[in-house]
């Protein structure tokens, strides 16, 4: 009886492998095919006057050519405000010269200090927001973008557009995590790309409908009826989650802008990959359970059942090659094969339309990575997401917190 039931567990399980292999192949054809889509028209005319407003830390790679391209960007009435810590910061003398560089367009603040019950992060947001308020520049928008982001020059009027509807509380973009130029990159680089890239996937759908935060607007009469400052972001570590979840409150969208996903590079090591996923993971835990929940319990269904079609496969080649369990077994491998094959050519065609035409080529082992070791980084991803279950604190930019409730954070270090 014993050995029935984990015949029949053994068949479910593979059942449910090609039921979520296929599921996430075709999600990654819904998300490359958003490419093919005509812009609206509506959106492409909505453009008010807006502040991007922009936290940094320290010299990120290519950070001058970020700078660069935010200075660029293809929209008429828009201000930019730079934001550090201090001036000891050693990005704060590449902003003076862009300020110098662009007078009445650049706005640098010293933020100072973040208190011990609030995030830098967050802290610096507030300082931009309690400047502009201040000057009451008669900004429509605030956008806010991360300062190792890589925006082309219609980032900003795509991100933008979609606020002309009143539905509509916030956009957002999304990071596609890609090696550093310059550097050799690692297994460990190109494992935190593909999992990243397999995240996004399904940006905008389901639970999936949050901001993210270092590509994402909000029209200022909307924080304002919310008061995202008071009672969302005073406290928080989180800005992006917080953001959507006061956008949820009042009743408002979180739309997803396909084209405003931006290139961010990065470098890791497997020490730096499994802080930053704990950092990722934990954030999600405590801000938004039920995201985290599903995604832990879809990556531990996908790899038990891949694990154990594995084993029906060994086992049974040994003990029982008469029988048809190891031949089953070897179909179902079959058949998700084939729909890896699938998800990562959609994949690599929405790369192309995220990133350019050249992207393929250029991140072309980082694709390789995610067509032949789908088994690999699936385990690694499952396995990152189970260490963020436990504990409530966090290193971030040289600083520990540990967060109690979404606005409940505290520095450890402070």
């Known amino acids: 009886m014993i050995l029935v039931?984990?015949?029949i567990l053994a068949f479910f399980l593979m059942a449910a492998w090609i039921t979520l292999s296929l599921g996430a192949a075709m999600q990654a054809r819904k998300f490359a095919r958003r490419y093919a889509w005509a812009e609206r028209q509506t959106f492409l005319n909505h453009r008010p006057r807006t502040a991007v407003i922009v936290p940094f830390k320290g010299v990120e790679p290519g950070l001058q050519a970020h700078l660069d391209r935010l200075c660029a960007q293809d929209y008429d009435d828009y201000t930019l405000v730079f934001v550090?810590?201090?001036e000891d910061d050693p990005a704060y003398a590449l902003l003076e010269e862009q300020r110098r560089r662009h007078p009445g367009k650049v706005t640098l603040i010293v933020a100072g200090h973040a208190p011990p019950t609030r995030g830098q992060k967050v802290h610096n947001q507030l300082a931009a927001i309690e400047h502009l308020e201040q000057a009451g520049g008669g900004e429509t928008a605030w956008a806010f973008a991360d300062s190792d982001a890589a925006p082309d020059r219609d980032w900003l009027a795509r991100l933008v557009g979609p606020l002309c509807h009143e539905q509509t509380g916030a956009t957002t973009g999304y990071r596609w995590l890609v090696p550093e130029p310059?550097?050799?990159?690692?297994?460990?680089?190109?494992?935190a790309s593909v999992i990243n890239s397999s995240v996004m996937m399904f940006a905008g759908t389901g639970l999936f409908r949050y901001a993210w935060g270092g590509s994402m607007a909000v029209r200022t009469e909307t924080a304002r009826r919310g008061r995202l400052a008071e009672d969302y972001w005073d406290g928080a570590l989180s800005d992006d989650y917080q953001l959507s979840a006061m956008c949820h409150d009042l009743g408002l969208n979180v739309v997803f802008v396909h084209q405003c996903v931006v290139a961010s590079p990065v470098h890791f090591t497997l020490g730096g990959l499994l802080g930053f996923a704990r950092r990722q993971y934990l954030i999600t835990r405590t801000h938004r359970p039920g995201v985290y929940a599903a995604g832990l319990a879809t990556l531990g269904v996908w790899?038990?059942?891949?694990?154990?079609?594995?084993?029906?496969l060994v086992l049974g080649l040994v003990f029982e090659p008469h029988r048809p369990g190891w031949m089953i077994a070897a179909g179902t491998m079959a058949v998700v094969f084939a729909l890896h094959q699938a998800r990562a050519s959609y994949r690599r065609r929405a790369m192309r339309g995220a990133l350019g035409d050249?992207?393929?080529?250029?991140?072309?082992?980082?694709?390789?990575?995610?067509?032949?070791?789908?088994?690999?980084?699936?385990?690694?991803?499952?396995?990152?997401?189970?260490?963020?279950?436990?504990?409530?604190?966090?290193?971030?930019?040289?600083?520990?917190?540990?967060?109690?409730?979404?606005?409940?954070?505290?520095?450890?270090?402070?």
């Open 303 to 312: 790899c038990l059942a891949m694990l154990s079609t594995w084993a029906v």
């Open 84 to 86: 550090v810590e201090s």
């Open 5 to 7: 039931t984990l015949w």
């Open 358 to 414: 050249e992207a393929p080529r250029r991140y072309a082992a980082t694709l390789q990575v995610d067509r032949w070791l789908t088994g690999g980084w699936m385990l690694l991803h499952a396995l990152m997401m189970a260490g963020a279950l436990a504990g409530r604190t966090i290193r971030w930019r040289g600083r520990r917190y540990r967060i109690d409730r979404p606005t409940q954070v505290r520095q450890l270090n402070a």
């Open 182 to 191: 310059g550097q050799r990159a690692t297994l460990w680089t190109h494992a």
